[in-house]
């Protein structure tokens, strides 16, 4: 709608805001960028508009973790992180739980989780 999109990372505490021509409109770098240990954290999972922000899912942590019989899986976003549609950094919602995917319902102005647990 407003000829834009974002690239979010797994591996990389970064967004990439761009125009519908590839041209970089910004970089929204998030707390984790310069991290020693970054290699061995997770980052963003997926990325939306809604309204007049984007919306992503954020793990912000270790990729893999250990369940209670001590065989590794994934790790998934437990937050979410608000921006507007120029990159500044609006708010984090700290949903408590693991969030394995998450979708816009534009029409009833929602954003709806699917939590494994």
């Not at 954020?58 to 001590?70: L, N, P, Q, W």
């Not at 549609?85 to 969030?99: A, C, I, R, S």
Request: glycine share 6%; charged share 30%.
């Amino acid at each position: 709608k407003d000829s834009l999109y974002v690239n979010c990372y797994r591996d990389f505490d970064l967004l990439t805001l761009c125009d519908l021509n590839g041209q970089l409109v910004c970089n929204i770098y998030g707390p984790g960028w310069k991290e020693k240990d970054e290699k061995w954290n997770a980052y963003y999972s997926d990325v939306y508009f809604v309204n007049e922000n984007i919306i992503a899912s954020y793990v912000g942590e270790k990729a893999f973790i250990f369940d209670e019989y001590k065989r590794p899986r994934g790790n998934m976003p437990t937050h979410f992180v608000l921006f507007d549609k120029n990159g500044k950094y609006k708010q984090t919602l700290d949903v408590g739980e693991m969030v394995e995917f998450f979708c816009v319902d534009e029409e009833n102005d929602r954003v709806i989780g699917y939590f494994p647990n």
